[in-house]
């Protein structure tokens, strides 16, 4: 079978590949397309994919295109993980929010807003060349805001486009071991949109074991949420809530951390990937080598200023394990290959699931996946206060979502006006004003 992948310059791309190396199924991936704009971070990016598969029989063969025509004709799969305006267009996103006193993280509030305005008219052209190039195959949208790319890229692949996050996943495991239970054998019952979700039970054999945990404080503080959050806040709640979250029930401090820091996380990360893509450039770089520390020193500042808003220290190595979305996309793509019927929490339509959403609407919940792709299963309705925000959201979403397919500026604004973390008008005004001076990708907004 043949997987491209869209934005195939990109840094966590040898996840990807790392976890096909050891996929030994029948009729696994036997090739590998890269795609991406940027030919110098391609030849980086398949440097470190041939360090990987050294002395790995079998390994997946790897071919490098410029040409996006060329990558989809013949795909099987295909990923879709580009970044609209790279790193410099994140890192502007946080720097014009933080100048409001407003969130800017890359899928939440602002900076969320200003990513999807720039990214969802090239998947949206992604996706149609798919349904005319590549109309059998399955679509993987790795490419954030998670939840609202899908669901631009759904009007035209309809449910053969599929989003995935790894955060959920990360949760529930953690949730799992400080349980003392197996994260492989836990049932998790979680719910809403991408980065605004809830776990709200982990069923080991039969039993919710949630309310255990919600009962011991000391339990609570022992993973990654429960610091963040503090554990009497999630006893209010009764549920675990996303680690996103943390920046609507914490945004103040949130903001204030952002503006008080030395970088923003986009700047951080642009001048780390510079360095590292630098480095590859010289013939004697050992690659794998020079991937793996800059890796390294990614994850361990994920989420950084959040955790040091909530005094939560650093993360705990069983936070650092890799396992993520890499997993989640080959897990997905052996369950529709070979008819493996499996349940994954997956960014997909939703049709009945939510009552207070239409059905077109892609909510973040777990999914049945066989050879007919990914269902979403029925769940519990939403505690009044998460259908608020879930609704809200939406709702901002929608109207990026028109505002990209219209281009109108109008209705740009009323999305940053709308969204729960931008309380002004006056402000979103200015927002829409300062982003489409910063990016050309917006010129098209009148």
């Not at 590998?32 to 050294?54: C, P, S, T």
């Not at 690659?287 to 890796?295: E, N, S, V």
């Not at 793509?333 to 019927?341: D, E, G, L, V």
Request: overall charge negative; proline content about 4%.
């Amino acid at each position: 079978m043949r997987l491209t992948i869209l934005g195939g310059g990109g840094f966590r791309m040898p996840l990807v590949y790392g976890a096909l190396l050891g996929d030994h199924a029948d009729g696994r991936i036997t090739q590998v397309v890269l795609h991406d704009l940027d030919a110098g971070r391609l030849a980086a990016i398949a440097r470190v994919l041939a360090d990987q598969a050294a002395g790995v029989p079998d390994a997946p063969r790897v071919t490098v295109t410029t040409d996006l025509d060329e990558a989809l004709r013949g795909a099987d799969f295909v990923f879709s993980a580009i970044r609209v305006g790279g790193l410099e267009g994140r890192a502007a996103d946080e720097r014009i929010a933080l100048a409001e006193g407003v969130l800017g993280q890359e899928t939440v509030g602002a900076g969320g807003i200003a990513y999807g305005l720039r990214t969802v008219p090239v998947a949206v052209d992604i996706a149609r060349r798919i349904a005319r190039l590549a109309p059998d195959a399955w679509v993987i949208n790795f490419t954030n805001p998670a939840g609202l790319v899908t669901e631009a890229m759904a009007r035209h692949l309809g449910d053969r486009v599929i989003g995935i996050c790894d955060s959920p996943v990360g949760l529930g495991r953690r949730v799992a071991r400080a349980l003392g239970a197996d994260p492989d054998s836990a049932r998790i019952d979680y719910v809403g949109l991408n980065h605004l979700g809830w776990l709200r039970g982990l069923r080991v054999d039969g039993r919710d074991e949630l309310p255990r945990l919600l009962a011991d404080p000391e339990l609570l503080g022992s993973f990654e949420e429960g610091k963040l959050f503090g554990p009497e806040w999630l006893q209010s709640l009764g549920a675990i809530p996303n680690e996103y979250l943390h920046y609507y029930y914490y945004n103040r401090e949130a903001v204030r951390a952002y503006q008080d820091a030395r970088q923003t996380r986009g700047a951080f990360l642009h001048e780390q990937q510079a360095r590292f893509y630098a480095q590859m450039e010289r013939p004697d770089a050992p690659a794998l080598t020079t991937w793996d520390r800059t890796r390294a020193e990614r994850e361990a500042t994920y989420m950084a200023h959040n955790r040091e808003a909530a005094g939560a220290g650093e993360r705990d190595a069983c936070d650092l394990e890799s396992g993520g979305y890499e997993k989640v996309a080959l897990a997905l793509m052996r369950a529709i290959a070979h008819n493996q019927r499996t349940t994954l929490i997956l960014n997909v339509r939703n049709r009945t699931t939510l009552s207070v959403l239409d059905a077109e609407a892609v909510i973040e919940v777990p999914c049945l996946v066989d050879a007919n792709g990914a269902q979403p299963v029925s769940v519990a309705p939403l505690p009044l206060h998460a259908t608020g925000l879930v609704t809200s959201v939406k709702a901002v979403e929608r109207c990026v979502l028109e505002a990209s397919e219209s281009g109108s500026r109008t209705t740009a604004v009323q999305a940053f006006a709308l969204h729960p973390l931008i309380d002004s008008v006056t402000v979103a005004r200015r927002l829409v004003d300062d982003y489409t001076s910063a990016h050309p990708g917006l010129a098209y907004l009148k």
